[in-house]
């Protein structure tokens, strides 16, 4: 492999590896997408690369600017690495509530960490209006708006679809994962059905979105609860408007938990929740569809990002997990 220019090259052309246990378990092939290999150790490093390539094309972002944007954390961590890289400074909001190792690695980055309290979208202390609030206040500063900006998406449809699609030979059956803004899920969807309206796009929906009743019945509405940081989504965002959705799986931390255990101890991958729920959902599809097909879903970032909450003991006692 030759040297990549500069480290934003290293965003992308990750990894796709065979997941022999879940494999096994239902007699097809599941392939995982190693978005942990991403210098930001997420699939978040994408968006950020193409929102912030979208605003300096448009002439909303002009050297010396601001990026701002509400995030749980990985979407702040490949902002503030582009920025870096860019020479741009980063303002990042926050829920209080994500893991500590999140907080950390974008202090270490040089983002300027806004912590505000776990709020309902109905609030205007939320992290997303918060963030556009501050970006407003701010001279010559944008705001990500991950959740609403396609520019999320389209980082999936050329980037991540392309590269399953090839990596695969073509031969795919089935996508499923989560949606947190749904760049992912709708991109790698509407990538992978221009090169094949048959293959199967499921949504691996956790506890607590709407998104499941929102496919199954057209109603949005959720039940239960899920610690899974950075999915669970309770609206159509417009990364989400007209994604393909052939099949809908309602997935439980436990479900998800199960696989991470398993992967870190049989194949020494060490993830977090939202690539177990993934994981757990190329299970389901792969048990509808039946034996010998070839099913992929996405590992969104590294296990390391969650050693002081779904990797330690304690804390898993008490969230009940
Ligand atoms: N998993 C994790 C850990 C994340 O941080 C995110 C981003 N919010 C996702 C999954 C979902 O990605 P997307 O925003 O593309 O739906």
């Given at each position: 492999?030759?040297?990549?220019?500069?480290?934003?090259?290293?965003?992308?052309?990750?990894?796709?590896?065979?997941?022999?246990?879940?494999?096994?378990?239902?007699?097809?092939?599941?392939?995982?997408?190693?978005?942990?290999?991403?210098?930001?150790?997420?699939?978040?490093?994408?968006?950020?690369?193409?929102?912030?390539?979208?605003?300096?094309?448009?002439?909303?972002?002009?050297?010396?600017?601001?990026?701002?944007?509400?995030?749980?954390?990985?979407?702040?961590?490949?902002?503030?690495?582009?920025?870096?890289?860019?020479?741009?400074?980063?303002?990042?909001?926050?829920?209080?509530t994500q893991?500590?190792?999140?907080?950390?690695?974008?202090?270490?980055?040089?983002?300027?960490?806004?912590?505000?309290?776990?709020?309902?979208?109905?609030?205007?202390?939320?992290?997303?209006?918060?963030?556009?609030?501050?970006?407003?206040?701010?001279?010559?500063?944008?705001?990500?708006?991950?959740?609403?900006?396609?520019?999320?998406?389209?980082?999936?449809?050329?980037?991540?679809?392309?590269?399953i699609w090839?990596?695969?030979?073509?031969?795919?059956?089935?996508?499923?994962?989560?949606?947190?803004?749904?760049g992912t899920?709708?991109?790698?969807?509407?990538?992978?059905?221009?090169?094949?309206?048959?293959?199967?796009?499921?949504?691996?929906?956790?506890?607590?979105?709407?998104?499941?009743?929102?496919?199954?019945?057209?109603?949005?509405?959720?039940?239960?609860?899920?610690?899974?940081?950075?999915?669970?989504?309770?609206?159509?965002?417009?990364?989400?408007?007209?994604?393909?959705?052939?099949?809908?799986?309602?997935?439980?931390?436990?479900?998800?938990?199960?696989?991470?255990?398993?992967?870190?101890?049989?194949?020494?991958?060490?993830?977090?929740?939202?690539?177990?729920?993934?994981?757990?959902?190329?299970?389901?599809?792969?048990?509808?569809?039946?034996?010998?097909?070839?099913?992929?879903?996405?590992?969104?970032?590294?296990?390391?990002?969650?050693?002081?909450?779904?990797?330690?003991?304690?804390?898993?006692?008490?969230?009940?997990?």
């Amino acid at each position: 492999m030759d040297a990549t220019p500069d480290t934003l090259a290293l965003i992308g052309n990750t990894p796709l590896v065979r997941l022999k246990g879940p494999s096994e378990a239902t007699g097809c092939d599941i392939f995982g997408k190693c978005e942990f290999a991403n210098p930001g150790a997420s699939v978040k490093d994408r968006a950020a690369l193409f929102i912030v390539e979208d605003a300096e094309a448009r002439g909303a972002l002009r050297p010396g600017g601001t990026i701002v944007e509400g995030t749980a954390g990985n979407t702040g961590i490949g902002l503030a690495l582009v920025a870096n890289a860019k020479g741009y400074r980063t303002i990042i909001v926050m829920p209080e509530t994500q893991s500590r190792e999140k907080m950390d690695t974008l202090r270490a980055l040089g983002a300027e960490l806004v912590l505000v309290p776990a709020a309902p979208y109905s609030s205007p202390c939320h992290f997303v209006h918060t963030s556009r609030r501050i970006a407003e206040e701010t001279e010559n500063a944008i705001w990500a708006n991950q959740f609403d900006n396609i520019a999320n998406r389209r980082a999936h449809i050329v980037g991540t679809a392309e590269e399953i699609w090839n990596q695969m030979h073509g031969r795919v059956d089935g996508f499923t994962c989560a949606a947190g803004t749904g760049g992912t899920f709708a991109g790698v969807g509407m990538g992978l059905k221009a090169h094949d309206e048959n293959v199967v796009i499921a949504l691996s929906d956790p506890h607590g979105a709407a998104l499941y009743n929102y496919y199954a019945c057209g109603e949005l509405k959720s039940e239960g609860s899920s610690v899974a940081e950075g999915i669970g989504q309770g609206r159509i965002t417009a990364n989400l408007d007209g994604a393909p959705v052939d099949a809908q799986f309602r997935i439980s931390d436990a479900d998800g938990w199960y696989w991470v255990q398993r992967l870190l101890s049989e194949e020494g991958l060490c993830l977090g929740l939202s690539s177990g729920i993934n994981v757990a959902g190329a299970v389901a599809l792969a048990r509808s569809l039946g034996p010998n097909k070839r099913i992929a879903t996405i590992l969104c970032d590294t296990g390391f990002r969650y050693l002081s909450t779904l990797h330690d003991p304690a804390w898993r006692a008490e969230k009940g997990l």
